[in-house]
């Protein structure tokens, strides 16, 4: 079931990476990334909203806790995912995001959590696919937009590792009801900023559309899907089913934007896949 979740997620947030492309040129990225969570909370808030006032004692007491991932999950990582569509193709930003679980299975393995020989070979397994797909003759071309993707996958990465320590107690709903509130707050001076400088958005069916997909599809099913997934097999197993994510972009592109698939980006996604099966199977 939590193999299941981490692909759910990952198969729903590479839509994301479209839609992000997609409202790249009209909408403000931090508008964009403040009126998703916006609709999130509408969307998780009953299911989520009596289960967190019920536990309001216990989210206080880890306030700390709650915060940091808020910060790292919800206000930063998708701000900087909106920042990078602005300049980046969104294949691209599937392939770099998919070397977050490497800094997933790093975080976990300082925590003291044994990764396995089976694991290990399927993250670099996956990871080779990925590097491959990325630098194919060494043309890829990269943008500024590249390095805002790779802050985002550090933040991902780093929120991963940090679901495996929710304090207990506290229910899924309410944590994702909780972060996505903080998250939303603490983008609320930046979404003054943006509004003040560069003025709002049109509301159109090419914006609100998208701006629902990732509101309510990628943020309120796809996290809770990956938080529950983290804490049933933990954020390095999870995050090798993570390494679909190229592969989900690449098909969705072919799909969506009629883009082609080469022989190479098919022997790339072979090792991706095969790395997810070998590094995603239990211990024995």
Not at 109 to 117: D, I, N, T
Not at 118 to 146: E, I, K, N
Request: glycine content about 12%; hydrophobic content about 55%; charged content about 10%.
């Amino acid at each position: 079931m939590g193999i299941a979740l981490a692909a759910v997620a990952t198969v729903v947030w590479s839509g994301s990476f479209v839609a992000s492309r997609a409202l790249g040129e009209t909408v403000p990225p931090v508008q964009h990334a403040f009126w998703r969570w916006v609709i999130a909370l509408v969307a998780v808030a009953p299911f989520g909203a009596r289960d967190a006032w019920r536990q309001r004692h216990l989210i206080r007491r880890h306030l700390g806790y709650v915060t940091l991932a808020s910060l790292l999950g919800i206000t930063v990582y998708n701000t900087l995912v909106n920042q990078a569509a602005v300049t980046t193709p969104a294949a691209n930003m599937g392939m770099i995001m998919a070397a977050s679980p490497v800094l997933m299975a790093v975080w976990e393995r300082a925590g003291g959590v044994r990764l396995g020989g089976r694991r290990v070979a399927g993250l670099l397994l996956a990871c080779a696919g990925v590097l491959l797909l990325v630098g194919r003759g060494g043309t890829a071309a990269f943008s500024t937009g590249d390095l805002w993707m790779i802050a985002a996958a550090c933040c991902f990465g780093s929120y991963s590792a940090l679901l495996r320590r929710r304090p207990a107690g506290i229910d899924g709903t309410a944590f994702l009801f909780t972060t996505f509130l903080l998250g939303m707050v603490m983008l609320l001076p930046a979404q003054a900023a943006s509004v003040t400088v560069q003025g709002g958005f049109a509301l159109t069916p090419g914006t609100v559309l998208p701006l629902l997909y990732v509101g309510v599809a990628s943020s309120a099913v796809a996290f809770f899907s990956w938080n529950k997934a983290v804490s049933l097999v933990g954020p390095s197993r999870a995050g090798v089913v993570y390494y679909l994510q190229p592969v989900c972009v690449a098909l969705l592109s072919w799909a969506l934007l009629g883009e082609a698939i080469g022989p190479w980006q098919v022997l790339c996604m072979a090792l991706i896949l095969g790395g997810v099966v070998l590094g995603a199977a239990p211990r024995r």
